[in-house]
Nanobody, 117 residues
Framework: QVQLVESGGGLVQTGGSLRLACAAS????????MGWYRQAPGKLRELVAVITRTGLINYADYVKGRFTISRDSAKKTVYLQMNSLKPEDTAVYYC???????????WGQGTQVTVSS
């Protein structure tokens, strides 16, 4: 079973940037879509950005123009570049492989992103 490890979170001020990385234990990008999710305290986990196995990209409306998802198949890593961060972006960020709405890997520990006002 593929394992996913997220990294790159931290504490930034409003307007700052972070680059998250999600390293996969196997070459799965040609099989599954890859998504970045986030979960804020007291809220449900939500999908932030997706890059499909064919390279199509979609974003949640509230991150469009600020976040960029990308992948490096050779490194088996998916990235999330986050710019113009807002306090409401504060959450634990996770990645996962999926087909449709079906998650295909165990959830990792995620990486905490905290944006101070």
């Amino acid at each position: 079973q593929v394992q996913l490890v997220e990294s790159g979170g931290g504490l930034v001020q409003t307007g700052g940037s972070l680059r998250l990385a999600c390293a996969a234990s196997a070459s799965i990008f040609s099989i599954y879509d890859m998504g970045w999710y986030r979960q804020a305290p007291g809220k449900l986990r939500e999908l932030v950005a997706v890059i499909t196995r064919t390279g199509l990209i979609n974003y949640a409306d509230y991150v469009k123009g600020r976040f960029t998802i990308s992948r490096d198949s050779a490194k088996k890593t998916v990235y999330l570049q986050m710019n113009s961060l807002k306090p409401e972006d504060t959450a634990v960020y996770y990645c996962n492989a999926k087909i449709g709405s079906t998650i295909k890997a165990p959830w990792g520990q995620g990486t905490q992103v905290t944006v101070s006002s």
